[in-house]
């Protein structure tokens, strides 16, 4: 299946996509992976950082580029973090078809606390939460047994000026889809298995 995961800072896209690869075994597609894994490359915009580390949208023409390269050799994906406004949206026309578009919905103060308690692993990549989801060791991963650290764009400060950008930029993209028959509103606020059921339920009605 190719899917569409849509949803604010820390409503919970990257815990649902990893469990989508496993399932479906199709790409995770994520724009902030592949960002934080080139944050300080330096190109004609700048780098990256300058602008994760803000809060802001990188430019469209570094992310653009990400999305197609990586769409072109994907049978199936789940992509995560793209599109966030409105330009993206006509690129992502161009370059792909999907079978179903997930929104994950969560109020805004579960976000802020999501995202400032989230611990991961620069080893493996594997994600946590102090509170929600804690390792079995405190600040240790499971996975590999490396020492978690907290996402540089994870403070409270930075959190919201992530949640703005998103109000300002992204609210519009969720517009755009809704109305659409690929379109799935989902209640995020439930357990990750509470929300993985209804992702799968979606995911499985529509391919
Ligand atoms: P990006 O990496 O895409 O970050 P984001 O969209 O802010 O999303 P997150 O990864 O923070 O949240 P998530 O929804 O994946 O949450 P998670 O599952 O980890 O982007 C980072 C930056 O890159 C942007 O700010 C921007 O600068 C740039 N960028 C990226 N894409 C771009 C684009 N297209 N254009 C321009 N710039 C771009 O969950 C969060 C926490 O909650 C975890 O601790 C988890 O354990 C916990 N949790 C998850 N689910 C639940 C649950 N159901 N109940 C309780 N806790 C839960
Ligand atoms: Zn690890």
Known sequence: PRILILGAPGAGKGT??????????????TTGDALR????????????????????????????EIVKTALEDADGFVLDGYP???SQVEYL??????????????????????LTGRRVCPECGASYHVEFNPPEEEGVCDECGADLVQRDDDTEETVRDRLATYR??????IEHYRGTDEFVEI????????????VRDAVDART
């Open 16 to 29: 649902q996509s990893k469990r989508l690869v496993d399932a479906y075994d199709i790409e995770h597609v």
């Open 37 to 64: 894994a080139n944050k300080h490359t330096e190109t004609e915009y700048g780098t990256p950082a300058e602008y994760m580390d803000a809060g802001d949208l990188v430019p469209d023409p570094l992310v653009n």
């Open 84 to 86: 966030r406004n409105e």
């Open 93 to 114: 026309e161009d370059v792909a078809d999907l079978d179903v578009v997930l929104y994950l919905d969560v109020p805004e103060e579960e976000l802020v606390s999501r």
């Open 168 to 173: 300002e930029n992204t609210t519009d993209v």
């Open 187 to 198: 209640d995020g606020a439930q357990s990750p298995d509470g929300v993985w059921a209804d």
